[in-house]
């Protein structure tokens, strides 16, 4: 849990020490295991991804999985470590029948849209509400 602090403190500025425990917790206890994963790098992590999955949600036919967050360290990043979490998350929904993966994208953030763009991922049909 440390590591995914730390890489989420060095990527964003923000250490959510008590966010992270509650988070694994979770994952570990009513999430398909294939949905966290880690990836190292000499024994050490460098990379994680959280997802789930889910069936009939926002009126969405059949179970379809969603990622919900996904880190690498700053000193790996350009090394397709995240493209092979999303690679190795996308092959383990897919055996287990899953063929829609969903993610949210911050308006603007260019560089994200290019990513999961160039992994296969393309806008979707559903729009984002949300209530201030």
Same mark, same amino acid.
């Given at each position: 849990?440390?590591?995914?602090?730390?890489? +989420?403190?060095?990527?964003?500025? /923000?250490?959510?020490?008590?966010?992270? =425990?509650?988070?694994?917790?979770?994952? +570990?206890?009513?999430?398909?295991?294939?949905? &966290? @994963?880690?990836?190292?790098?000499?024994?050490? /992590?460098?990379?994680? *991804?959280?997802?789930?999955?889910?069936? @009939?949600?926002?009126?969405?036919?059949?179970? /379809?999985?969603?990622?919900?967050?996904?880190?690498?360290?700053?000193?790996?990043?350009?090394?397709? *470590?995240?493209?092979?979490?999303?690679?190795?998350?996308?092959?383990?929904?897919?055996?287990?029948? *899953?063929?829609?993966?969903?993610? @949210? /994208? &911050? =308006?603007?953030?260019?560089?994200?849209?290019?990513?999961?763009? =160039?992994?296969?991922?393309?806008?979707? =049909?559903?729009?984002?509400?949300?209530? +201030?």
């Amino acid at each position: 849990m440390s590591t995914i602090v730390q890489i +989420e403190d060095l990527t964003t500025g /923000v250490a959510r020490r008590d966010y992270w =425990k509650k988070r694994i917790e979770l994952s +570990e206890a009513i999430r398909p295991h294939w949905t &966290s @994963l880690v990836a190292e790098v000499d024994n050490r /992590v460098v990379g994680f *991804i959280f997802g789930r999955a889910g069936e @009939l949600e926002f009126g969405l036919p059949g179970t /379809v999985a969603w990622i919900e967050i996904i880190g690498v360290h700053p000193g790996y990043r350009r090394r397709g *470590i995240a493209a092979q979490l999303i690679e190795d998350f996308t092959s383990s929904a897919h055996d287990h029948g *899953i063929r829609t993966i969903f993610t @949210l /994208v &911050s =308006k603007g953030n260019e560089e994200m849209e290019r990513f999961f763009t =160039k992994l296969g991922f393309a806008q979707g =049909k559903m729009l984002h509400f949300q209530k +201030e």
